[in-house]
């Protein structure tokens, strides 16, 4: 079965800083998908950022980029300028590619609570 | 605003009540998740739905019963539930990968429920 790992609790950044999350994954699959989602005090959950392991180029979008590392099986993510309202729970997440719904499972990381300090 | 709506927000029941969370999106997705959030767990996926047929019970104990008329809607019926089952559950949907390769999970803002 995979697990995911985000090993900080909590974090705190200075705004306009930059800011980095970790999570770690274990499987033994070779390909999948792995999610950053963010859950802010609304507790809506909001999708942030998707890498596809079969792709060796890290995704970014707009502020967020992550570091894939596939074979040291980490993911983390990268917040640039951190904003206020950057201010939320962090969830890493795995998807098997398996086909069918059950590989549409997602297991979530524990994650990490992300302060912003203005 | 993600697409996917759910009602009620919140909802204080007791051991003994029966009540119903609804989930209804609006993304023209086919499959359709229930997840439970406790304090200091990870989410744990509960029940998955895909074109109405329900296609996994993650072992969820029988007082919770889901249902799922159409694509486009899905409850979470309760009943006789324990205080430990007081929780934040989020709803979300996606398109089976059956039919397409993207299927992102888009999640409702969750019904947050206090058993007394």
Known sequence: AQTVTQSQPEMSVQEAETVTLSCTYDTSESDYYLFWYKQPPSRQM??????EAYKQQNATENRFSVNFQKAAKSFSLKISDSQLGDAAMYFCAYRSSKLGTSGSRLTFGEGTQLTVNP | ETGVTQTPRHLVMGMTNKKSLKCEQHLGH???YWYK??????LELMFVYSLEERVENNSVPSRFSPECPNSSHLFLHLHTLQPEDSALYLCAS???RRTDETDTQYFGPGTRLTVL
């Open chain 1, 46 to 51: 909001i999708l942030v950022i998707r890498q």
């Open chain 2, 94 to 96: 996606s398109q089976d």
């Open chain 2, 30 to 32: 086919n499959a359709m």
């Open chain 2, 37 to 42: 959030q406790s304090a200091k767990k990870p």
